[in-house]
């Protein structure tokens, strides 16, 4: 492997990209550092050392690479362009008008990223907003009571929420830079990025609190868990295709055999996301309402915003199972490749072409499917266990998102390195 970054440094062309990538990430990393304009640096510092990380934004604030309790002008983080490029995906199914731009090829996927751009402004709008608005009120880090803001007067609000919509801005200009001149996908390495950020504190963490032995058994129980993980993002069900010969003038087409690879993880991170996103709810309705004696906020507050209780991991599992199936749903459509088989020649081997091929799709996507949900749940439920077990951070190191963003990235790296280095003869990677 290190022969391997030796060729990809001595090819011109690929250390010129990998350095620009580097570059980019340098960035990256001192822009989620610089405090945006009216925050009290040392309140702030001195508010997150008292409390524990965790609870209602710990998935926002590890997607921002701890930046957003900070305050700092990438606050945001990647996540306004998460969360809109997973609206644009849900309304391609349902508007034709989206629809339509997605079958244009190049040109309709250009609108469709015009247009998630446009939407990821808008929510860093509302994100920044809300964020500036509960550090305003004391209520971003509940039990601190030192201000976190110089000044609560209407500019400095206006100052702070155009700076971090600013920022999320420059972070998408930033992702589509490496995607464009550099290797992998732009908005993927920056996620990478912010998660292993968070990783060396996060663990480190473990060892202050615990001890030796916890910290052994917690890194024995990770290695296992990346050895697992990227096992299950590699394995897929490959379904044989064969196109039939046909003449076209004088020419033969046709003839080649071919297959369609089945992920056992098809659907990614993304029915994480939802899950955690829709739990996340609920306990927004709690932070807001502190003091009310609701039943049904009461009821929240005691299973469904600790993350511990046995009721709260019931229902994150069952909705990661949800949305797994959900949303392979609409990215895997059988009607649609069955047809595309049919039109061009191609057909399953013992299977007929039309409807039984469709058939034949979806029974083996809902086999391979179910394995995977389970997979992703219970990845999901590390964290959730591990700080009911021994009391650790909600951003336990080896939790489920931060694990999966982690190793389907570098995967993902690897591979696009892998490519550019055999095509110039040397040796890549993986053997």
Known sequence: MLGAFANAFRTPDLRRKLLFVLL???????????????????NVQACINQLEE?????????????????????????MPYITASIILQLLVVVIPRLEALKKEGQAGQTKITQYTRYLTLGLAVLQATGIVALARNGALLQGCERDLLHDNGTGTFLVMVVTM???????MWLGELITDRGIGNGMSILIFTQVVATFPAALWSVQTSQGWVVFGVVMVIGLILVAGVIFIEQAQRRIPVQYA?????????????????????????IPVIFASSLLYLPAMAVQFNPESQNPVLDFIGTYLVGGDHPLYMAMYFALIIFFTYFYVSITFNPVEVADNMKKYGGFIPGIRAGKPTEDYLSYVLSRITFPGALYLGLISLVPLIAFAAINASQNFPFGGTSILIMVGVALDTVKQIESQLQQRNYEGFLK
């Open 54 to 78: 965790g609870g209602l934004y710990s998935l926002i604030n590890l997607f921002s690479g701890g930046a957003l309790l900070q305050l700092t002008i990438f606050a945001l983080g990647i």
């Open 24 to 42: 980019i990430i340098t960035i990256f990393r001192l822009g989620s550092q610089v405090p945006t304009p009216g925050v009290n640096v040392a």
């Open 165 to 171: 919509t600013a920022g999320t801005a420059v972070i």
């Open 245 to 269: 010969r046909r003449m076209v003038g004088r020419k033969m087409f046709g003839g080649n055999s071919t297959y369609i690879p089945l992920k056992v993880n098809q659907a990614g991170i």
